[in-house]
């Protein structure tokens, strides 16, 4: 059998690389997409596009309606990402954490990890019993720099947080916040409140209050945050949610393996508890 040259492999590589962005792209999408979607999502060739959508359709990770011209994932795709999660530590131990915040607030709780793209996802939620809520997925992937969860995580990410603020920022509505020099200043707040609040920045109508979860390292891992409409964000509403998000965050970080600095000194020889 012939030796596989390494062009040959690194062009097998970049291929397989190339359909599993395709396979994002779709995950990302709001519904099914076309064709021409995809290559603006990727900005990738058409020619290409095409082959790596026919394989993922060709191998069930996708469908094609020859009536609308759109492809939309299988629920192959979802059966996979549903394993990682049921696997995924972090959500079972913060599971009766984030039940007990949607209790206390009435509204969507969100778990949310940060991507090595430096966006966030979706890994957690409990919805809100009320009839107006936020439409949000599991899985779903979105900006970190303009959500509450985000920015919760990426003040503590700083290589990331460079890298993603070095991008060209898409304003989203209205009141997003594109300035680099701004944002940065959000950060830092972050950082020192320990929590952050936004409004309308990444959906003209709904907004959020989060706080990060640190593990046993001392690393921040994920963030928890209440998702709500605008305009029920009065301010005794969000005066009212901060300490209840902290102390969520602060219990599963707890669950995690991380010490405050206060439960460390009751943990040392001699202190009282």
């Not at 509450?148 to 916040?177: F, K, Y």
């Not at 409409?229 to 209840?244: E, H, K, L, N, S």
């Amino acid at each position: 059998m012939q030796t596989m040259t390494a062009f040959t492999r690194n062009q097998v590589i970049a291929a397989a690389a190339g359909t599993l962005e395709v396979l994002e792209a779709l995950s990302r999408g709001e519904g099914p997409m076309s064709l021409a979607e995809l290559v603006q999502a990727t900005r990738r060739p058409k020619g290409t596009v095409h082959r790596m959508v026919s394989t993922l359709v060709n191998t069930g990770f996708a469908t094609y309606s020859r009536t609308t011209g759109l492809y939309a994932l299988t629920l192959k795709a979802w059966r996979i990402g549903s394993s990682a999660l049921r696997d995924f530590d972090l959500v079972n131990l913060a599971r009766p954490t984030l039940d007990r915040l949607r209790s206390e607030t009435g509204e969507t709780v969100h778990l949310s990890v940060l991507e090595p793209s430096g966006d966030i996802v979706y890994v957690a939620k409990v919805v809100s019993p009320k009839s107006i809520g936020v439409q949000t997925r599991l899985g779903q992937l979105s900006p970190s720099w303009c959500t509450a969860t985000g920015r919760s995580i990426l003040a503590h990410h700083e290589e990331v947080a460079e890298r993603v603020l070095s991008a060209q920022l898409e304003r989203r509505t209205p009141q997003s916040v594109t300035d680099v020099r701004e944002l940065r200043r959000i950060l830092e707040r972050v950082r020192q409140d320990g929590y952050v609040v936004t409004r309308a920045e990444n959906h003209p109508e709904m907004g959020g209050v989060a706080a990060p979860i640190w593990d046993h390292s001392g690393q921040v891992v994920a963030s928890v945050g209440v998702a709500m409409p605008v305009y029920r964000m009065t301010a005794d509403v969000v005066r009212g949610t901060i300490p209840r998000v902290r102390a969520a965050a602060e219990a599963i970080s707890h669950e995690m393996g991380h010490l405050t600095p206060s439960a460390a000194r009751a943990q040392l020889p001699g202190q009282h508890r």
